[in-house]
């Protein structure tokens, strides 16, 4: 059971988070800073600006939970974990949408991937978006700093389990760009079901590092807390007001928080951020837009062995050997994906009989998937965030041409890289499969149809629709990641990126909330 678990060992036992359970009466607090979110930008904010000294109140929508609930168990865990209960998509349903929803956002379940930004996205932003004051330079030590917390190192070869070995032994046939990726992981036991939670504490996710470092520095934390409005008042917000809700039934208890601070740090995430500053009537700038994906494409293949690629650390190789195709081309990178029976039998296509006889083959599939780079042509529009009449977020993907070349262009090359690695046959998902067994069968992709729901999709990198930059009709919030509009909002975490990133997000949120805690420190003060 969650609920009244102690969070720090090395600290003030009292200082724990608190659930909805506890909760029996109405609270009014007050701070220096209410953050909003409990995830890769939330919580490395609430820690620096408590250990600088700051009052902080954290509020979290998602329960508390710690390795004794992570079961491994993808019925318990999809549900308790992710947003949706797992089930968040676009409106049209033709994308998957993977995000976190308890106290350590997504970071509980993501697969502990870390770059820093690539220098070119750095630039990209200033030159196009007039983002200042974020350079290679400027954030290494905040990068520094976080990797070291965070225990960020690289994967070493004789690590790499089966299923992305496939991708490095590929790579190394063709003569293609590989690199072994960095985790924030001690002491891992690759039990390879980090998108579940860590049963060990092996993954250094925020609810047993940066939420640590927050509450024993004496911020206050609260789980089960729904955020449904932020007041505002001509170009301040005056309040913070949080419906609590039961940890087991996830309905509201008729128990109610209000927060009043001189700031106001957002840190919900790409589609929620918008969410609650339509629901607030907070609506400056291009609220919702340019919203970007890095949407995924898979490719799946029968090994002559048994990969078993639900074991091992699900990710530890990528290649970015398309990573920059040109102008006029959407540009993507590689990475691996385990075969997880529940998720894997979402996307193996086939009903009845045909489907069973796929997943009979489950522990001799190889998976692997494009990401694709979204945000760098200026037609992009990637998905927009609105609400719907009930006041849900309503997610849209515009997708183009581009997009879908690149698509095509992404299948034949995870197929050859599976093909180099010795695989018997490499299926894709489209709603008909295509099925290849050699080089010669390649142009088959060519012919398969595509469009939304003709091939599976998904993305668990979720960014933008509050972008910063220099313009206030272009931009929500400015560099420092202020609302251009609401002189004490902030907005820290991978919504404020003007683009994709062309890597996997996590550790460009923490390096950034990292790197703008001074400057809210500072206006805090």
């Known amino acids: 059971m969650s609920g009244l678990s102690i969070l720090s060992a090395r600290g003030d036992p009292a200082n724990r988070v608190v659930t909805g359970n506890e909760i029996d009466k109405d609270l009014d607090l007050v701070g220096d800073v209410c953050v909003i979110g409990s995830g890769a930008g939330g919580a490395v904010l609430a820690a620096e600006l408590a250990q600088a000294g700051r009052t902080v109140v954290m509020l979290e929508e998602g329960g ?4 004794r609930d992570f079961d491994m168990q993808e019925g318990n865990m999809i549900p308790l974990l992710y947003q949706d209960r797992g089930g968040r998509a676009t409106a049209d349903q033709s994308c998957l949408i993977l995000q976190g929803r308890c106290i350590g956002g997504t970071t509980v379940v993501n697969y502990t991937t870390c770059f820093r930004t690539p220098d070119a996205t750095l630039a990209h932003w200033k030159s196009r978006w007039g983002v200042e004051g974020l350079d290679p330079a400027v954030l290494a030590p905040a990068w520094e700093k976080v990797e070291a917390r965070l225990g960020i190192e690289a994967i070493r070869l004789e690590q790499v389990n089966k299923n992305n070995r496939v991708l490095w032994d590929g790579c190394e046939k063709l ?107 907070i609506t400056d700038g291009p609220l919702g837009k340019k919203t970007w994906f890095h949407p995924l494409a898979i490719s799946v293949a029968e090994m002559p062995y048994r990969v078993e690629a639900f074991y091992g650390a699900p990710q530890s190789v990528a290649s970015h ?33 045909e489907h069973r006889k796929r997943m009979e083959q489950l522990p001799f599939l190889s998976a692997m998937y494009a990401h694709f780079i979204d945000g760098f042509a200026d037609e992009e529009q990637g998905a927009t965030v609105t609400l719907t009449a009930a006041g849900n977020p309503k997610v849209v993907y515009h997708y183009t041409d581009a997009f879908w070349e690149a698509v095509t262009h992404a299948q034949k090359n995870l197929a050859r890289i599976q093909l180099a690695s010795g695989a018997k046959r490499v299926m894709t998902l489209h709603t008909d499969p295509v099925t290849i067994e050699s080089e010669a069968d390649l142009d088959r992709i060519d012919r398969a149809p595509l469009g939304p729901n003709k091939i599976l999709l998904a993305t668990a990198h979720l960014m933008g629709g509050c972008r910063m930059g220099a313009d206030p009709k272009e931009a929500v919030v400015r560099s420092d990641l202020r609302h251009h509009q609401v002189e004490n909002l902030y907005i820290v975490d991978g919504s404020v990126f003007p683009t994709g990133l062309g890597v996997n997000p996590s550790l460009t949120i923490y390096g950034l909330a990292t790197h703008a805690a001074k400057n809210i420190a500072a206006a805090a003060g």
């Open 64 to 67: 508390h939970h710690t390795k």
């Open 175 to 281: 003569g293609w760009e590989k690199s072994l990726l960095s985790r924030n992981v001690r002491n891992c036991r690759h039990s390879g079901y980090c998108g579940m939670g860590c049963a060990f504490d092996a993954k250094q996710a925020m609810h047993v590092t940066y939420v640590l470092d927050a509450l024993e520095a004496g911020a206050k934390v609260y789980a089960n807390a729904r955020v449904d409005q932020i007041e505002r008042e001509g170009n301040r917000i005056t309040a913070v007001y949080a419906t609590i809700l039961d940890p087991r039934t996830d309905k509201p208890t008729g128990r109610t928080i209000r927060v009043k601070s001189k700031l106001t740090a957002l840190c919900g995430g790409a589609v929620n951020n918008p969410k609650l500053l339509f629901k607030s009537k």
């Open 321 to 353: 050997q398309f990573g920059n195709r040109g102008a006029g081309k959407m540009s993507y990178f590689i990475e691996c994906a385990p075969t997880h029976p529940t998720l894997t039998s979402i996307g193996a296509p086939g009903i009845g009989d």
